[in-house]
């Protein structure tokens, strides 16, 4: 039988909030088995470049890295975040190691072509070095991925924490059975956005069809969803969407998505 | 037979200039057996904390660490310089994981006392995990270790460089014959200072006192040199001091220090 395997992805905005931070990090540290820790990016990487003067430029919704906000996201991301969690992780008796996709040759990636827009510094995922990171769970380390990945040739690259937690399960599966936590700011899918507590306990293919259908999965949480299914699609066993309670080995107020 | 192990720690000005940084890393890569690199630090962390308009407080030629300070040292250390280093490493072939001493729990230290002055954020060494720095070693990992270490409670600490590279190598000499490189902006320790290429080959314990009683060694040098020889008193093996062509396999122009 296949060992267990979580791959938790949890977003900047939570590392940012002290007792939101400690809150999710006592929980990861109690959770059973192999376990990988995704975190994104948060405001601070905003803040600081408008600290130093960098322009921060958006197109159609999407951040433009250049190499000044790339070393941002490199100092805020792969530094501060990363050292603050694998610390307090340490505390928690947890025996992390921060990484980004360069460490360890993690998770390759290419730089975007150039199509109508140059993203600049960021990175579609090619591969993900599964024996690397098994080596390291072997040897009892939690790995904590920031959204950096890098193109072998020694550029970094700036890459979605939400695709990279997909990518590390998507690949991870081969050898283990595989959950895939996304820790968001609400409880789960919702049938009713309006109500907090209509939490969708149970997604599958179908349910999803006509969940489009209906117009429920609207909006941000359509890319999530079809993050989710990417990953179910792929080998990935489930995929667990909620707050960060959902991370509480008794709580079962969220929504779970299988194929 | 005991396995070897060479410690070297590179100063940020280095890591700052594209072509020494180059060079070092090729060098580095180069280099046979296993191997850790602590990386020190340089203006950039300065320059930001002007950015970010953070004041950096000296006393006594030394910089006292407050919790802005120390952001920027987990910003700058433990993320710009680590991740490009690692990038680089990769790219040439080494299987680098950039490393504090949270991660991995590898270093722990306390909080300096106050005493006349408050350092803030520093921390003096207590303890080095050689397991958990073995078992990356045994999996085929190369540390690449910046200035932070952690108190085990969840709180960075700053430390000096210099005395990380020496606490590592004293504690891997348990296990390693471990040679220890110092690597600076000289050919090597210099019988006259105004001649670049008067490199003292070899001193041991009592050319070591002869040469502080002629006075050859002063200034910056004694610190560096007492570092060397406490690393020494403590079965380091070997300490080589000398510019980064000391890690070329072929060159001699540097100084080795054995007890």
Redesign the interface.
Known sequence: MKQKLSVIKIGGNLIEDAAGCKKVLDLFSKMDGNKILVHGGGKKATE?AN???VESKMVNGRRITNAETL?IA???????Y???I???L??LGT??????G????AIRAHKRPKKNVDFGFVGDVDTVNTY?IF??L????TPIFCA?T?D?????LNTNADTIAAEIAIAMSEQFETTLYYCFEKKGVLQDIEDENSVIKHIDSQGYDELLAYGIIADGMLPKMHNCFYALRNNVSKVCVGNTNMLEADNSEYTTLTL
Chains 1, 2 share one sequence.
């Open positions: 600081l600290q130093m003067g070393d490199l100092m805020v991301y792969g530094g501060l990363s050292k603050k694998v610390a307090k340490q505390s025996d992390a190691i921060g990484m980004s360069a460490d360890a040759n690397g080596k390291l072997q040897a009892g380390f950096l890098h072998g040739n020694g550029q970094m």
